[in-house]
């Protein structure tokens, strides 16, 4: 298993300001992935970041909007920036161990 | 692509009730597919999950067939308890399409009154 630690837990912030959620987990792993979870709907991955190389995003996602940090095998960052309304979400980082995923508690963000 | 269908909720039931919630896939290759669940204020965590036709995965007093003659893999309890009120999630993965990143349902709020 993993344990993920995941922080803020929640945030109000203002439109045009930028958010950086944390992730820590208990043991080294290769890839973490970033999900954003809106009310009613599925778990969207946001991109997959790698240690040592350029985070891959998915379609609909860029790196302006979403940049994202991997210094090490056990942390990610996840940035929000220059947000808007429509970034009110709950932020998963998950990480993959034998074909299961592990999730942190989730960041949930409103834009005001 | 891959593709998962789950019923809509809310469900709401009755403690002890017996509970269902569908799930139908669409993949290209031969997935695991995984049940998760979301209780309120937490992330999602694995509850059962089966790798291949016929396999039945099991956990909590939960249970899913992987049934590939109808593309299924419905979610059981026999008797739901208030603690069970939670979303639950669909989800499988394809590794023949080279990644296991799962592709997860919408989700289905499970209500349980005492």
């Known amino acids: 298993s993993a344990v993920i630690s995941q922080k803020p837990s929640r945030d109000i912030c203002q439109r045009g300001t930028s958010l950086t959620i944390q992730c820590q987990v208990d043991s080294q792993v290769t890839m973490m992935f970033w999900y954003r979870q809106q009310p009613g709907q599925s778990l969207t991955l946001i991109a997959t970041a790698n240690q040592g190389s350029e985070a891959t995003y998915e379609s609909g996602f860029v790196i302006d909007k979403f940049p994202i940090s991997r210094p090490n095998l056990t942390f990610s960052t996840l940035t929000v920036s220059n947000m808007s309304p429509e970034d009110s979400s709950i932020y998963l980082c998950?990480?993959?161990?034998?074909?299961?995923?592990?999730f942190g508690s989730g960041t949930q963000l409103s834009v005001l | 692509g891959n593709s998962v269908t789950q019923m809509e909720g809310p469900v709401t039931l009755s403690e002890e009730a017996f509970l269902t919630i569908n799930c139908t896939y669409t993949?290209?290759?031969?997935?695991?597919l995984f049940w998760y669940v979301q209780y309120p204020g937490e992330g999602l965590q694995l509850l059962l999950k089966?790798?291949?036709?016929?396999d039945k995965g099991s956990n909590k007093g939960f249970e899913a067939t992987y049934r590939k003659e109808t593309t299924s893999f419905h979610l059981e309890k026999g008797s739901v308890q208030v603690s069970d009120s939670a979303v639950y999630f669909c989800a499988l993965s394809d590794l023949s399409g080279g990644s296991y990143i799962p592709t997860f349902g919408r989700g289905t709020s499970l209500i349980v009154h005492p």
């Open positions: 089966a790798t291949k036709a016929d």
């Open positions: 998950s990480v993959g161990r034998d074909e299961k995923l592990f």
């Open positions: 993949a290209t290759g031969y997935p695991s």
